[in-house]
């Protein structure tokens, strides 16, 4: 597994600060944000072709994320929608909680994590910060701004993998083929899969959570814990 260098991973951390900070115009912010995941998805396109070259650079792990309640199911959904855009696959396990396994390369597992983390602390910074309509159930709006939150930063991070493969020569061809791997991989650990039915959420949240998505940098370093 090829780690993200230590200068790059800086530049990214720096420019997600830079986006979080309260004296950033919204404009500034979604600029930082944007060249944050810029260099992310472009990571994870170079390190693909260097592993075509040599497929022993990168070979297909997993990891398993526990996720801790409240609200558990609901982060399981928003790592999804940060997994799936950067190639890897998702299996939820409902034992002894709410347990994610993650499949992918781990160039793509690593930027996985660091994302996935960030959002966390913003998500749970945002709810905070945003007030449950009068005779909206709390639990509900919350879980529904949390599923908005989630579809805005699966479309950022889709819209920036797409960019950095349209920008590579030859990327296209090696993703599919990487992403033929991560899917044996997760065959052959779970042969028998099946596919889990879509949540109904009767919250309001949703467009508010879709907003605060849309805003939210994509780095950081903490769970969240509300």
């Known amino acids: 597994m090829h780690s993200m260098t230590d200068a790059l991973l800086a530049r990214v951390r720096k420019l997600l600060a830079k986006a979080e900070d309260p004296a950033c115009t919204p404009a500034e912010a979604e600029a930082f944000t944007a060249k944050a995941t810029e260099l992310i998805a472009k990571y994870g396109v170079d390190q693909a072709l260097l ?28 790592l999804a929608a940060v997994a799936v855009p950067l190639r890897c696959r998702v299996v939820r396990r409902d034992e002894d909680g709410v347990q994610v396994h993650l499949f992918g390369h781990g160039a793509d597992l690593e930027c996985v994590e660091l994302i996935f983390t ?10 905070s910060a945003t007030p449950v309509p009068a005779r909206e159930h709390p639990a509900a709006f919350r879980r529904s701004w949390l599923a908005g939150f989630a579809q805005a930063i699966g479309g950022r991070l889709r819209k920036a993998e797409q960019a950095a493969e349209v920008a590579t020569p030859g990327a296209a061809l090696v993703l599919v083929r990487r992403m033929d791997l991560v899917e044996q991989r997760m065959a052959e650990a779970y042969p028998h899969l099946r596919t889990a039915g879509r949540r109904r959420l009767a919250g309001r949240g949703l467009k508010q959570g879709y907003a605060a998505g849309q805003a939210a940098s994509l780095g950081g370093a903490s769970p969240l814990t509300s």
Do not use: F, I
């Open 118 to 127: 960030s959002l966390l602390v913003q998500a749970a910074h945002g709810l």
């Open 51 to 78: 592993a075509a070259e040599d497929p022993a650079l990168a070979p297909v792990g997993d990891r398993v994320v526990v996720l801790d309640p409240p609200y558990a199911l609901d982060k399981a959904g928003l």
